[in-house]
Nanobody
Framework: EVQLVESGGGLVQPGGSLRLSCAAS????????MSWVRQAPGKGLEWVSA????????YVAESMKGRCTISRDNAKNTLYLQMNSLKSEVRVVYYC?????????????WGRGTQVNVSS
């Protein structure tokens, strides 16, 4: 069974940083591209960032460019999202997601999410 468990969310002041983690199990993590997506209250899912199976290529949404870095540790079956210079946002849930084999722009599983609040 595919399991993706996010952690690292919380409350931080504007301009601060957070590092989200996603522990993956139930599949061969190193074989799959992974992504982060987020959802603000009352809005749809927004893609944030993606990384290829080997970590050699990363992609970041325009809204987050220069402020976040996606990375992965295939030995630890863990995906990360380092976010800096955070802007105000409330109750935004960040989800870790995997794509089907060989695809980076599709998602077939995601976790339950971790909530981020950026507020003073």
């Amino acid at each position: 069974e595919v399991q993706l468990v996010e952690s690292g969310g919380g409350l931080v002041q504007p301009g601060g940083s957070l590092r989200l983690s996603c522990a993956a199990s139930g599949f061969t993590f190193a074989d799959y591209a992974m992504s982060w997506v987020r959802q603000a209250p009352g809005k749809g899912l927004e893609w944030v960032s993606a990384v290829t199976w080997n970590g050699r290529a990363t992609y970041v949404a325009e809204s987050m460019k220069g402020r976040c870095t996606i990375s992965r540790d295939n030995a630890k079956n863990t995906l990360y999202l380092q976010m800096n210079s955070l802007k105000s946002e409330v109750r935004v849930v960040y989800y870790c997601a995997k794509g089907p084999y060989g695809y980076i722009w599709s998602l077939d599983y995601w976790g339950r999410g971790t909530q981020v609040n950026v507020s003073s």
